[in-house]
């Protein structure tokens, strides 16, 4: 039997309403997560294990098209929801949904997050990569206008880099491959300054 994902934050009271009562939550691990507000961790400080490593993990299915999966040799603890948005683009809803899941324990394979109907999953654009957590190159390398928060069709991509961010047009070259291909730039190796500024 699937049950329904519903957050943390949209439920009531009574969370034992939703949860399938043969696959409780492993919340007993204990993390130490910087914690909001509400006491709650904040969900894009959260780390752990990504569970997109085949299909039928939170109803993930083949027509939602990602462009990739991970493999379980590869897989690391990493922050989970820049890893979703970022390598497997997945929309910020959905991601923001996965990694509550996960925080709270819900059984991947019983548990419904990615829509069934044709509903888009996954973000056309990409993200700007000097964003808030991209503080090693927005601190050591001075880049104007950071962090910064845009999404952007890759047509403009380039274009955003070079005109908002000073970045060299070498180096935008560079930003776009790794983008494209990993969703980060932690491992480009740049060979020049990576803004030009007057
Ligand atoms: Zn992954
Ligand atoms: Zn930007």
Request: hydrophobic share 30%; charged share 25%; glycine share 2%.
């Amino acid at each position: 039997m699937f049950i329904e994902f519903i957050s943390r934050d949209e439920q009531s009271q009574n969370s034992s309403e939703i949860i399938n009562t043969e696959h409780q939550p492993c919340s007993s691990k204990k993390k130490n997560f910087k914690v909001n507000k509400k006491g709650e961790p904040n969900v894009v400080l959260i780390r752990d294990y990504c569970p997109l490593t085949k299909f039928g993990i939170f109803g993930l299915k083949h027509s939602h098209n990602l462009p990739r999966l991970c493999t379980k040799s590869n897989n690391r603890r990493r922050y989970l929801y820049l890893h979703l948005t970022h390598f497997h683009r997945i929309k910020s809803s959905i991601a923001n949904k996965l990694v509550k899941a996960i925080r709270d324990g819900y059984d991947p394979m019983e548990t419904i997050i990615f829509p069934q109907d044709n509903t888009q999953v996954t973000d056309e654009n990409l993200p700007c990569p000097f964003d808030s957590s991209a503080t090693k190159f927005n601190q050591k390398n001075s880049i104007p206008n950071t962090p910064c928060t845009s999404s952007l069709n890759y047509h403009y991509f380039k274009n955003h880099l070079r005109t908002v961010h000073s970045i060299t047009k070498l180096n935008a070259n560079l930003i776009l491959k790794a983008m494209r291909k990993v969703g980060t730039i932690s491992h480009v190796q740049f060979e020049e300054d990576l803004c030009e500024i007057d």
